[in-house]
């Protein structure tokens, strides 16, 4: 018996009460120029409205596989980890329960992918793209240079960043390897994505692809969405102290090569150490090499100076 190819492409879309938003991803992946390619993985994160039914109700009449994940509410990385257990592509795209993407967007991202040798592929991390409002306008400034670059510097100084939202079409077995959390961020339902890409960039020096091409709609100051992102530091600020923790004990060489992100983090695990009341002495055992307790120490009294504004802009 033949079975069926793998896709090439995976959509995960973690969801949690989005059953009036999630139709724009159903019908983005209805309307795409290029069919056959890809997966649609839904992660329900524990949600109490009728995703279920809308989901089940789309597996009947899609001409494209849907896989539909319920799981306890446990947060937005829990859901992606749970997805990720799953998906059979070789490409990975995050989309978020209330983005859309235009029709092109598989087509696009299959063109690029296929031109690149194995060998490029093997060290793609990714293709970036662009982002659109609603309303069709760009969400920043553009990346300053297209084509391939090197992820490692760029994560720590930002040379190669574009403003504003972007979206990539990642490579889905690379992402794998790196997407887990350390004991202490287990049971959080939140810590920074950043924390993934940063221990993604530091093992495996890919390289990624940019254009400035917008493909994604990202919808802003939309009520009843995006009530997460909206002083996040105040709602999740245990997934912040967890980051930078991580990041001091595990990356000290960045502070020769790169010490403005390095002290960056040093900061912010003074303030989020303030923030929830951990106190200096067990913050300050909590780090494992002298040189970065010396730094925090130095640091603790101006990140009492810092507290209102950080946390309060």
Known sequence: MKSDPLP???????SYNRASTLHRVYE???SQTLQGV??????????KDETQALVEGWQKEANFPILYLAKENGGKISALLEGLSHIQGE?????DSDDRFLPQTLETFH??????TQEEKNRCSGIGVLCLTQEGKPLGRPFPQEGWFEVYDSMFDGTNDATGETWSALNASMLKRHFSLPREAEGLKFIPESFFWVKLAIHERPKSYRINQPLRIYYVNEEGTGALSENI??????GFLVESRYFL??????LKEYPRSYLKHLLKYALFSQHLGEGFLTSWKNLTSWRAKILFALCYLPAFALQKRYFHP
């Open 233 to 238: 530091r105040l709602k999740q600020p245990r």
């Open 38 to 47: 890809f997966e649609w993985v839904v992660v329900d994160d524990g949600s």
């Open 249 to 254: 004990n595990h990356y000290p060489f960045i």
């Open 91 to 95: 490409l990975l795209l995050i989309a």
């Open 8 to 14: 090439l492409f995976s959509v995960l879309t973690p």
């Open 28 to 30: 983005s992946l209805s």
């Open 111 to 116: 063109a690029l992918w296929q031109g690149f």
